[in-house]
């Protein structure tokens, strides 16, 4: 069955600071979706990546996704304290049920 | 408007109790799903539903029973609560290949 991984599980940084999250999957990626929680709400869609080398971005996060289609970065530049909160990487299945299978998640602390 | 919506926010419970988790969507999708989010907050899979008719059952103990009686609606009720059982519960909906949408999540307390 594949699997996500997600580095680093924790990361702390200054205001201001550039940091990135990695994921990376046991196996080629059917679609590769990003996702934000913050503490007692749910999972907030950021981005989807589909295609080998592509590279979308939305205000200061950029996420992409490399040629062989098995690992994703998620980069943050200039963070804010409205940054802060766990990021998940979500992979499609290949049999197209809809399902997703998530990374362990990365938290995210921005101090001011 | 609220997507997907799911009730209630906090359950706190004894063990042993049964419980049942409300969730609907109004995005008109044709699949739901049920995720658990653990303590150490990974999420993972159990039920899906498309069309009320169940797609995914992601070895959860029989205890777990989803329940879809139209394409909006699919509830979660839980036998014989156990410790074990505490966690975040989040609904779900999709379509496609287009990004699932989540709801707040239940909190899950069984003492």
């Known amino acids: 069955s594949q699997e996500l991984e997600q580095s680093p599980q924790s990361l702390i940084v200054q205001e201001g600071k550039n940091l990135t999250i990695n994921c990376t999957s046991s196996?080629?990626?059917?679609?590769l979706y990003w996702y934000k929680q913050k503490y007692g709400e749910g999972l907030i869609f950021l981005m989807m990546?589909?295609?080998?080398?592509e590279e979308k971005s939305h205000e200061k996060i950029t996420a992409k996704l490399d040629e062989k289609k098995q690992q994703s970065s998620l980069h943050i530049t200039a963070s804010q304290p409205s940054h802060a909160g766990i990021y998940l990487c979500g992979a499609g299945s290949s049999s197209n049920t809809g399902k997703l299978i998530f990374g362990q998640g990365t938290t995210l602390q921005v101090k001011p | 408007d609220t997507a997907v919506s799911q009730t209630p926010k906090y359950l706190v419970t004894q063990m042993g109790n049964d419980k049942s988790i409300k969730c609907e969507q109004n995005?008109?999708?044709?699949?739901m799903y049920w995720y658990k989010q653990d303590s150490k907050k990974f999420l993972k899979i159990m039920f899906s539903?498309?069309?009320?008719?169940?797609?995914i059952n992601e070895t959860v103990p029989n205890r777990f029973s989803p329940k879809s009686p139209d394409k909006a609606h699919l509830n979660l009720h839980i036998n014989s609560l156990e410790l074990g059982d505490s966690a975040v519960y989040f609904c779900a909906s999709g379509t496609g290949d287009s990004p699932l949408h989540f709801g707040n999540g239940t909190r899950l307390t069984v003492t």
């Open positions: 539903y498309n069309n009320k008719e169940l797609i």
């Open positions: 196996k080629t990626l059917y679609g």
């Open positions: 990546l589909q295609k080998g080398g």
């Open positions: 995005l008109g999708h044709d699949t």
